[in-house]
Each structure stands twice: as structure tokens, then as C-alpha cells.
């Protein structure tokens, strides 16, 4: 089992949805999450970060985690054409560090 | 906002060359990261640094070594470039085990 794993995708959603990503982790001990956007060719950029059980919100993005599922999720309300790319769910291991493992990510498409 | 600076965006050396990677943050972080990214493979980590003068081997650190003379720079350093080592380098930095890390550009970097 991996021990951050997401969908590759590609999701497909229509401009305006609600796009929706997923990411499960093997590691009941960890404590930070992050969620970063990479577009095609350039590096990966942080756009969430969540601690507690719950959501949390910035503009149109919103984080859940789940620990007793050991699930954490990215909402992107209204998507726009400008959303798409890759998404990298990573995680902070119990007694890592500061290594984060990251997911594979998963390529959004949002068309117009 | 954090500034992750790394040296060069292109660059292209021949095999067996010794090739260094600079990595500049201007955060005062303690923890400094390299990743490799390739096609199919995600994020890779090479060397990781909590502080000046130390270094931790990440995954895959072999055919690297690293340095860090000071808090706010971190180099890689191929010691005989090889074509294997062809890759898309980006360098991270975080304040602190739980906190999110801070990408730079990347350097695309071509083994002929």
C-alpha cells in the first residue's frame, strides 16, 4: 500500500462545478496536511494546509480531513479553465520530520 | 511571502561533469529539502538539511551529495553527471517538522 494515495485522474468537470479531490494516507500518527497546485512545466504551489478534524476555507477552496478514515479532500467551488492542472496532496508522517510524502497527484480538467 | 530562489532555470551539462544546484530561501528556515520529479515517478526525495552544516539522506541519494555553509543556502552537487540524472531539480524549504514547504522555479536540468 502506498502511503499517500490519490486518483491520477484526468477529472473532467465543466466550468462552474464543483471539482473534487481525494486523497487517503497510511499513517494514523500523521499530523499535517497540504494540498498544492502544479501547473504543466512549473513548480508545485501550496494552496492549503489543514491540522484538525474538519474543513477549512480559502476563497473557493476547501480542505477536510477525516483522521479516523484517514482521508483528506480538496472542494474547488466554481471551477474555472484556470484550475487546471495537477494536484499533490502531501502529508506529514508521524515522527518524520519535516519530510512530507507525497501523493501521485491528480491532473484536473476544467472545460469551458 | 517566502522566496525560494534556485540558480538556474535550464541548464544543460555533459556526463561526467560535476554540476552544482544552488538553492536560496530568505525565510531564516531551518529545514531545507531537494526533490527530483520525473514523468510517472511524482517527487523524489534526495537530501534533506534541519541545519547548517547537517545533511540526512532522503530516498534516492545516491549519486548526490549535498552542502549547506549557511542557514539560507542549500546546494546540490552531482559529483559525474549522468544522463540518468536528466530531471526537473526543485529545492523546498519550511520553518519548521509540521509546517508547509516553499517551492522554488525548479531547474530543469539535461545530461547530454
Known amino acids: 500500500q502506498k502511503e499517500v494515495e490519490q486518483n491520477s485522474g484526468p477529472l473532467s468537470v465543466p466550468e462552474g462545478a464543483i471539482a473534487s479531490l481525494n486523497c487517503t494516507y497510511s499513517?494514523?500518527?500523521?499530523?499535517?496536511f497540504f494540498w498544492y497546485r502544479q501547473y504543466s512545466g512549473k513548480s508545485p504551489e501550496l494552496i492549503m494546509f489543514?491540522?484538525?478534524?474538519g474543513d477549512k476555507e480559502d476563497g473557493r477552496f476547501t480542505a477536510q480531513l477525516n483522521k479516523a478514515s484517514q482521508y483528506v479532500s480538496l472542494l474547488i467551488r466554481d471551477s474555472q479553465p484556470s484550475d487546471s492542472a495537477t494536484y499533490l496532496c502531501?502529508?506529514?508522517?508521524?515522527?518524520?520530520?519535516?519530510?512530507?510524502?507525497f501523493g501521485q497527484g491528480t491532473e484536473l480538467s476544467v472545460k469551458p | 511571502d517566502v522566496k525560494v530562489t534556485q540558480s538556474s532555470r535550464y541548464l544543460v551539462k555533459r556526463t561526467g561533469e560535476k554540476v552544482f544546484l544552488e538553492c536560496v530561501q530568505d525565510?531564516?528556515?531551518?529545514?531545507m529539502f531537494w526533490y527530483r520529479q520525473d514523468p510517472g515517478l511524482g517527487l523524489r526525495l534526495i537530501y534533506f538539511?534541519?541545519?547548517?552544516?547537517?545533511?540526512e539522506k532522503g530516498d534516492i541519494p545516491e549519486g548526490y551529495s549535498v552542502s549547506r555553509e549557511k542557514k539560507e543556502r542549500f546546494s546540490l552537487i552531482l559529483e559525474s553527471a549522468s544522463t540518468n540524472q536528466t530531471s526537473m531539480y526543485l529545492c523546498a524549504s519550511s520553518s519548521g517538522s509540521l509546517e508547509p514547504q516553499h517551492f522554488g522555479d525548479g531547474t530543469r536540468l539535461s545530461i547530454l
Open positions: 525565510m531564516d528556515h531551518e529545514n
Open positions: 538539511s534541519y541545519d547548517v552544516k547537517m545533511k
Open positions: 489543514i491540522y484538525s478534524n
Open positions: 499513517d494514523r500518527g500523521s499530523q499535517s
Open positions: 502531501a502529508v506529514n508522517m508521524n515522527n518524520q520530520g519535516g519530510k512530507l510524502i
